[in-house]
């Protein structure tokens, strides 16, 4: 079931699909220099683009962080996705709260990279080569127009943020 079937409103389902979540992930998790730890991360700006394979790429984003003042409250038998929305709600509601107060958190501009660990990396399998058609063709479909021989086979893509900078601001 997607985000927008289930009853979720339509500020959490704009944060999971424009990337806003890809960079609170990113901060959260893989930006070690970001102290992230009782802390909530706000994401304030965003140069993105998103790839045809669903993947955000980011130029640049920033955050701002906020100390946790309130902690969610978990049904027994909430789902990860329902917890995951409760976290946000949770997360929306203490910074507002923070933000009427004055409070400004830290920010931090956070540069990341999206690579591709198996760029490059093939594995080499037997196929068969059809000499009269010029072509791979399946192992069903082997005739004595065939031959057999070593085919590099793309390695599956495994992609993965690095950092390559991050400024507080």
Not at 118 to 135: G, Q, S
Request: hydrophobic share 35%.
């Amino acid at each position: 079931m997607s985000l927008s079937q289930k009853k979720y409103d339509a500020a959490y389902i704009s944060y999971v699909e424009n990337g806003e979540s890809a960079a609170v992930f990113i901060t959260r998790d893989i930006a070690k220099e970001v102290p992230t730890r009782n802390m909530w991360v706000d994401v304030i700006s965003a140069d993105k683009k998103r790839r045809s394979d669903g993947r955000w790429d980011f130029k640049s984003f920033t955050v701002e962080l906020f100390p946790r003042r309130t902690n969610p409250i978990y049904p027994k038998d909430a789902s990860d996705d329902e917890k995951k929305y409760i976290t946000w709600k949770t997360a929306h509601k203490d910074i507002d709260d923070q933000r009427k107060t004055g409070f400004q958190g830290q920010k931090y501009r956070i540069c990341p990279i999206l690579i591709n660990r198996n760029k490059d990396k093939y594995t080499i399998k037997k196929a068969a080569w059809n000499v009269t058609f010029n072509r791979w063709v399946p192992d069903k479909w082997v005739t004595p127009s065939c031959e057999w021989r070593e085919r590099k086979i793309p390695e599956k893509a495994k992609w993965e943020y690095i950092i390559s900078s991050v400024k507080q601001i």
